[in-house]
């Protein structure tokens, strides 16, 4: 393991690049997942859901390298394995069910991963872990806001704007 930057103690470099680890797994799981239910939109006919999906897909990418770039700051080569993707694939509220599950899991593995970066005194990684949070809790609240939005108007008066 390479020599820790003087702020963070010894035995917390550990800890901070396992949270790194962690995040990096699952971007990779988030990546996955949208950009399948992307293409299985966008086959469907829903262009717009497909495009929604799609961008969601770069800016989990976009998470991804923050994460890459700061294990590489600590010369630690970033793990490529992630968790397995599960959706229905022909239950649109179950979809949002399975995305609303995975970025509740990424707000709350986000959150500890601040402290843990935090409590080693790696104020730069607590930050992009802090980015991220903010990232994964105003995905939480969109999913939330698109179920309210299905309870109000249906789902296929939702989806039929999703064309």
């Not at 700051?73 to 394995?81: A, F, S, V």
């Not at 239950?91 to 599950?101: H, I, P, T």
């Not at 939330?144 to 939702?158: P, R």
Request: proline share 4%.
């Amino acid at each position: 393991m390479p020599t820790p930057p003087l702020s963070a103690p010894i035995s917390s470099v550990g800890n901070v690049v396992d949270a790194l680890h962690l995040s990096r797994r699952l971007h990779l799981t988030a990546i996955e997942q949208y950009q399948d239910q992307a293409v299985h939109f966008r086959r469907w006919g829903y262009t717009k859901l497909a495009d929604a999906f799609d961008a969601d897909v770069e800016e989990e990418r976009g998470h991804l390298k923050l994460v890459t770039e700061r294990l590489e700051y600590y010369d630690i080569e970033p793990e490529c394995g992630h968790e397995d993707s599960e959706w229905p694939r022909h239950d649109y509220e179950g979809v949002l069910d399975a995305n609303y599950a995975l970025e509740y899991w990424a707000m709350n593995v986000e959150r500890a991963n601040v402290i843990v970066a935090r409590n080693a005194g790696d104020e730069i990684t607590a930050k992009i872990f802090a980015k991220l949070l903010k990232g994964s809790e105003a995905s939480v609240s969109d999913i939330e806001a698109t179920k309210k939005q299905i309870e109000q108007i249906g789902l296929d008066n939702y989806l039929a704007n999703k064309v």
